[in-house]
């Protein structure tokens, strides 16, 4: 083995810890932007288990619902029974490495659970709360 060969094989298996880091930090900065921060890892754990009525049925949702309280194991969709892979990074390596999806399912998943969008303070609370998971 050669010298290049080890640092390239070093570099990819580091991507995905990058890719995490990046797309945590770019929408972190972007929530800063938008007067939220400093963020907190206890407040986003306490918003996950946090239990909200839907207005409609009247059933008692939260993150914890599809997503489980251990985020290292795997979840379950509410409505549609299917299997959710663990949401924590140390586990799922492809968890919170995309910006455009995290973007997408925490507007679906804020919406669905809290009847709402999430705010930028909440969004970057979760995001402290999942990414040392
Ligand atoms: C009704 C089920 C359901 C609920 C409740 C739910 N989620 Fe999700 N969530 C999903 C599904 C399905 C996906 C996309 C599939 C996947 O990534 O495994 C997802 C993906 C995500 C992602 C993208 C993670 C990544 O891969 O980068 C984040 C972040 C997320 N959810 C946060 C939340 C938060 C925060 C809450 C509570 C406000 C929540 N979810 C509640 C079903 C749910």
Not at 23 to 32: C, W
Request: charged share 25%; net charge positive; aromatic share 10%.
């Amino acid at each position: 083995m050669n010298r290049k060969f080890i640092s390239i094989t070093a570099l990819l298996f580091m991507m995905p810890f990058y890719a995490q880091a990046d797309a945590v930090s770019e929408l972190e900065a972007n929530y800063q932007t938008q007067g939220a921060g400093p963020f907190s890892s206890v407040s986003g754990e306490a918003m996950w288990n946090k239990t909200f009525i839907d207005a409609k049925t009247g059933k008692k949702r939260n993150c914890a619902t599809c997503h489980t309280i251990d985020l290292t194991k795997k979840g379950k969709h509410a409505r549609t029974g299917k299997a959710i892979e663990p949401m924590a990074p140390s586990v799922n390596l492809k968890r919170l490495t995309r910006t455009k999806k995290i973007k997408k399912w925490f507007v679906r998943n804020c919406k669905w659970t809290l009847g709402r969008e999430c705010s930028a303070q909440e969004k970057g609370d979760f995001l402290a709360f999942i990414k040392n998971r």
